[in-house]
């Protein structure tokens, strides 16, 4: 079953602070959610699914370019098309965007597969990137424009 996307709310916060804990290493807190929340540029979106939130989207609309901040799925929900969810709500809805870009560990094979079958494809490499020295890898994929077939 495909989750409901919706725009992230302020009563959303504790929720989605618990599903960062649980996936990132240096998780954002609750008064970085609520700046995102004021931020006229940024875009935060949630999934839902019978068990409440289960994933959620951050990302900024500057330029004609989407950069996304932050994509999180729950440990227990991954693996069922949650973050393809997310991604494809965020195509379809930002239809000013000329492209979408991101930075992915260089180790994080799941995610650089997803976004690979998603259009993306690595432009370059940040050395030394992450807290703990990781690389990152520098993603984009061209906005898919109203009739190009594509």
């Known amino acids: 079953m495909r989750p409901k996307i919706r725009p992230m709310r302020l009563d959303d916060i504790p929720e989605v602070v618990q599903i960062e804990k649980a996936c990132q290493p ?6 970085r959610f609520r700046r995102e929340l004021a ?3 940024a875009r935060l979106t949630v999934a839902c699914n019978q068990g409440g ?16 901040h932050n994509i999180c799925v729950a440990p227990a929900c991954r693996r ?4 393809r969810s997310l991604l494809n709500e965020l195509f379809s809805s930002c239809l000013e965007a000329e492209r979408f870009l991101l930075e ?3 180790g994080n094979t799941a995610a650089i597969e997803l976004y690979r079958q998603c259009g993306f494809h690595v432009d370059g490499i940040r050395p030394g990137y992450y807290h703990d020295g990781e690389d990152a890898l520098l ?6 424009k109203a009739g190009s077939g594509e």
Do not use: Q, T, Y
Request: net charge positive.
């Open 104 to 106: 992915v560990r260089r």
């Open 39 to 41: 931020n006229d540029r």
């Open 139 to 144: 993603m984009s994929r061209p906005a898919r």
């Open 53 to 68: 939130l289960c994933g959620f989207l951050v990302c900024w609309l500057i330029a004609g370019e989407v950069e996304i």
């Open 26 to 31: 240096h998780p954002w807190d609750d008064l």
């Open 80 to 83: 069922k098309g949650i973050a």
